[in-house]
């Protein structure tokens, strides 16, 4: 079972072992993830879900860098188009990661290079995160005036309300062993090493009962920050897409496009 086109901005398989690996796949920009890129995960994620032989979901990135978070230039232009429209947008990158967060099979992202904003999030949601020693993260929406809301239940439950209190309202970028002393990713090894960990660890999951595993994530999760209820839900994607039609976030996304400090950094 794949996907049907290996130039998708999302790719996936499965082997004989049940095993799928979802494979961003935007190397030019990064991985940053745009529409195309949103639907392309859920529909993955969707086809994924029709699969009963389904044991593990292993998430990775193309090129030089696992998810750089938002294209800014898609995210300036989806800024300026009508309130529901970007409540759409907001509801299915929220969606997105909510799916992968509750997937019924454990979760595994293997994490390399820059893997910033939005892609703080999907490794967030997964169950075990593996990173290579060069990687680097930030939850860096406040930088560009906008706001982490869709995916802060998910970084509160990796990484604790103390922890996102600091990172989510700096900005600021910090490597692995920071990643991993604050709980966002398990291990940290060498780049070369990255793909033999996460074989390793995929062959450890085999060789537990399928159904054990899928009662044992389903009970965690019902007492995670993750499960939220619908009321909850929406007020978040709201937000969200509230934040994105800003004044703020209008100025701090053109500060972006034209390589200037933000006039509240210039101050």
């Not at 392309?40 to 699969?51: Q, S, V, Y």
């Not at 509750?102 to 490794?123: E, K």
């Not at 966002?184 to 793909?195: G, N, P």
């Not at 509230?242 to 933000?262: D, H, I, M, V, W």
Request: glycine share 8%.
């Amino acid at each position: 079972m794949t996907s049907s086109n290996r130039s998708d901005p999302v790719i996936w398989d499965v082997d004989e072992r049940g095993v799928a690996h979802v494979v961003f796949n935007r190397p030019d920009v990064n991985n940053a993830y745009d529409g195309d890129f949103i639907q392309g995960f859920l529909a993955a994620m969707d086809a994924l879900a029709t699969n009963e032989g389904l044991r593990v979901i292993v998430i990775k990135g193309n090129g030089r860098h696992f998810q750089a978070g938002a294209d800014l230039k898609w995210i300036d232009a989806v800024r300026t188009a009508s309130s529901e429209e970007n409540i759409r947008v907001s509801r299915a990158t929220a969606t997105a990661v909510r799916r992968l967060n509750a997937a019924p099979v454990p979760t595994v992202a293997l994490v390399h290079g820059g893997c910033f904003g939005g892609g703080t999030g999907i490794i967030a949601a997964c169950d075990i995160v593996i990173a290579a020693e060069n990687a680097f993260f930030s939850i860096a929406e406040v930088r560009w005036g906008l706001t982490a809301a869709i995916i802060i239940p998910q970084l509160n439950d990796a990484i604790g309300v103390r922890q996102v209190r600091r990172y989510a309202l700096t900005g600021e970028r910090f490597g692995a062993a920071e990643a991993r002393r604050i709980g966002l990713v398990h291990e940290v090894v060498s780049l070369a090493e990255l793909e033999a960990t996460g074989a390793r660890l995929i062959e450890q999951l085999l060789e537990n009962g399928p159904d054990a595993l899928r009662e044992t994530k389903a009970t965690i999760l019902r007492s995670a920050w993750g499960d939220v209820d619908e009321a909850t839900f929406e007020r978040l994607v709201e937000a969200h897409a509230a934040t994105r039609q800003s004044p703020e976030a209008a100025e701090g996304l053109a500060s972006f496009a034209e390589k200037r400090l933000a006039r509240w950094r210039a101050r």
